[in-house]
C-alpha cells in the first residue's frame, strides 16, 4: 500500500508559477479525463457484451432445467394417461359381459315364470314340476339381483376411472405446454446469446469461443481421493469417459449433456436412478459439507441449484457447462455453491 505523506518540492516543482501550476493540472486533468474517457468506451461494449452472453447463459440453464422438469413430468402423465385408458377399456368390457349375463338371465326368468305364480300353479299338470320351476326362478333372481348389484358397482368405478382420466388428459396437456414454453425461452436465449457473440470483432469472438471449448490446463490432475462408494466410484468414471463430448441443453447422453443430464447418465452406469433436475438432484442423497466432499458427491450452484457438477477430488469437479463448452474439469469454487450432496 503506497504512503500518502506529501513529498518535498523538487527543484521543478519549485521553478514553477502557481498560475503555470493550475495549467499543467487543468491540462493533466484534462488529459487524464480523456484517456479515461476514451479506454471504457473502446473496452466496455465488449465487456459488457462477453458479461451479457454469460448472463443469457446462465438464464438458458435455469430454462433448461425447468423444461427437463415438465418434460419429465409430460412423461409420466402420458405413461399415467395410457394405463387409465387401458383400465378403462378392461373395465367396459367386463360390463358390457355383464350385461350379456343379465339378458341371459331375464330371458330365463321370462322362460320361468311368464305368469303369476298363483295362475302357474293352478294351471300346471304337475305341482311338483311347478314346484321345481318355482325353485329355480328364486335361484335366478337371487343371481341375478348379485349380478345387478356387481353391474353397478363395476359402472360406478368405471365413471370414476374417466373422471380421473379426463383429469389426467387435462394436466397432460397443461404440462406440455410449459414444455413448449420452456423451449422456447431456451432458444430464445441462446438465440440472443449467439447474435452477441457474432457482434463481437472477429478476434474477440474466437478468443470468447476458445476460452469456453478449452480445457482447464491449469488444473492439476484429479485423483488421490477415494470415493464415497463402489457406485459413485463407478459414476465417476462414467462422467469421465464423457470428458469432451458436447453441452446440448434438454440432453441426458451419450452424445451430449446438459448438466444435470451428465449427472442423471453418469450414475445411471453405475445402476442408480436421478432425478433429471439439478434442483430434485440435489436431494437424491444426504447432505455433506463442502469439506467433507469425496469424489462422486454432487455439487449443486446457485441459491436456486441451477448447476450442478460432480467432484473428483483435488478442489476440482467435472461438468457440462454450457453452449459451446465440453464436458471438461474446473474449480470447485468456479461459482456460488448450494449444496454437497453424497448419493
Known sequence: MGSHRRRPPSGFDRGVSAAGIAGIAVTVMSVAAAALGAVPAAAAPKDDTRAEVDRLYIQAEKATEAFNKADERTGVLREEVSKAQDRIARQQERINTMRDALGSLAGAQYRA???DPSLALLFSDSPAEYLDKAAALDRINAHQAGELKDLQLAMRDLAQER???TAELAELEKSTKAVAQHKRTVEKKLAKARILLNSLPS???AAYDRASRSGRSDLPEPGGVTPASGRAAA???AARSALGRPYMWGANGP???DCSGLMQWSYRQAGVGLPRTSQEQRYAGRQ????????GDLIT???DASHVAMYVGNGQVIHAPYPGAPVRYDPVGMMPISSVTRV
Open 163 to 165: 373422471d380421473e382420466a
Open 113 to 115: 315364470g311368464g305368469l
Open 203 to 205: 478476434a474477440e469472438r
Open 255 to 257: 452424445g451430449g449433456f
Open 235 to 237: 459414476a465417476l468414471a
Open 288 to 295: 455433506v459439507s463442502l469439506s467433507q466432499a469425496q469424489p
Open 301 to 303: 450452484y446457485r441459491s
